[in-house]
């Protein structure tokens, strides 16, 4: 599975192309340097990185993502959960659980998105 961790600066800099795409990367260089006081070259280095990494693509200078961000999210929490827990969702929700306790109403959001799983694939 590819690297779906991003630090600080770079989840602030994919958030900017998220918000703001399609955008084309002369843009996204003038946005950077406003928002995140960056170079073009910053720009253009954690660009490429990131699109290197199949988060986003920049073609004939339009930058558009190849995730949005709720499947990036998706993909970066089923990483965690393979990582830290062996692949156990059992396991991360009992960890979790033991420090933060679930609202009635957490409780049931879960229910019914367990509930409507099955129902999804008919």
Known sequence: MEEM?????????????????????G?????????LQWKKSTTYTVLKKLC???IFK???????SCL???EFHARQSEQFVEETFSGSLPAFIAAFTKRKKLSNKDVEEIRRK????GEEEV
């Open 52 to 54: 290197d990494r199949g």
């Open 27 to 35: 843009e996204l260089v003038h946005l950077c340097a406003q928002e």
């Open 5 to 25: 961790r991003l630090g600080v600066v770079e989840a602030r800099f994919a958030d900017l192309i998220w918000e703001n795409e399609p955008i084309s990367s």
């Open 58 to 64: 920049n073609e004939n200078s339009m930058v558009t």
């Open 114 to 117: 367990i509930d409507s799983f």
């Open 68 to 70: 949005t961000k709720g």
